[in-house]
């Protein structure tokens, strides 16, 4: 009877502080403690819940950014990183800048492919950052894109893990990168 009364005052307590509907509050089966759930205490939806559609554009989105992230921070991506700049004759900083501007702009595919394909109206530096890009991007998803998927934030990690290779098909031939099933 009393933890009844502690479970409700924790319940109101919860709700007056976070401004959080009672029903949101969510009982524990584990332990006997009320916990409020972290997709609803953030105010985003549950990943769980995602569209297939939904679910298809983010892993794009996160391989991108992910694969842009790689190149800017990882020091595992340096001696990479100088032989192919050194092979296409491109200024490293102005590479990292190029980067930089472009990993918030990728949200699909659309974004990541632009990324990837050359156009015929490239100029030449653009041709040669993109080309750097693509390569790796393969070097990412052949060789460190197991550990970002079972050491980051990912959520349906056996999906990440089961696309990779038709990721890796996609970045290889990016004229063919128009839909992601």
Known sequence: ??????????????????????????????????????????GRPNPHNLTPCQKLQNITKNYGRAICNFILCDEHCEPYLTNTLCELNVEKRDFLNFIRGNKDGINGIKEFRGLLLVYSHDSNTLASYKKAFQYLSEIFIKYFSVNWIFSGKVIRKFEY?????????????????????
Do not use: C, W
């Open 161 to 181: 893990l089961r696309d990779r290779n038709k990721m890796l098909r996609r970045v290889r031939n990016p004229q063919y990168f128009t839909y992601f099933k």
């Open 1 to 42: 009877m009393l933890k009844g009364k502690i479970k409700k005052a924790k319940a109101h307590y919860l709700k007056q502080k976070k401004e959080i509907p009672a029903d949101e509050i969510l009982k524990s089966e584990n332990r006997n403690e009320t916990v409020v759930s972290e997709s609803k205490r953030l």
